[in-house]
Nanobody, 118 residues
Framework: VQLQASGGGLVQAGGSRRLSCKATGTNFRLFGLGWYRQAPGKQRELVATIAMSGSTNYADSVKGRFTISRDNAKNSVSLQMINLKPEDTAVYYC?????????????WGKGTQVTVSS
């Protein structure tokens, strides 16, 4: 199973960006999905997660600005970001709990860079 994230780039403060992540492979099922980010010199931190039920969880710093969603039919997860701030600059990683038959593991995408200019 592979996770491929896309949608990163350069955006001005106050702008919007949508990140997408698609899982590909065979004989797998997705459970929890999420987005994390890592800024230079900082640890990776949780941005948002979404359960199979659709329940969501957000970091306080992005509440009201970011929206996570999933498309189970397309095995994908998205992160809509609005009102971006320079402090949102980071590499964004998608994360998934994936079951391949009975084997449940955590997978990470390679990351996509989001740079917010002031």
């Amino acid at each position: 199973v592979q996770l491929q994230a896309s949608g990163g780039g350069l955006v001005q403060a106050g702008g919007s960006r949508r990140l997408s992540c698609k899982a590909t492979g065979t004989n797998f099922r997705l459970f929890g999905l999420g987005w994390y980010r890592q800024a230079p010199g900082k640890q990776r931190e949780l941005v948002a997660t979404i359960a199979m039920s659709g329940s969501t969880n957000y970091a306080d710093s992005v509440k009201g600005r970011f929206t996570i969603s999933r498309d189970n039919a397309k095995n994908s997860v998205s992160l809509q970001m609005i009102n971006l701030k320079p402090e949102d600059t980071a590499v964004y990683y998608c994360n998934a709990e994936v079951a391949v038959f009975t084997d449940l593991r955590e997978y990470w995408g390679k990351g996509t860079q989001v740079t917010v200019s002031s």
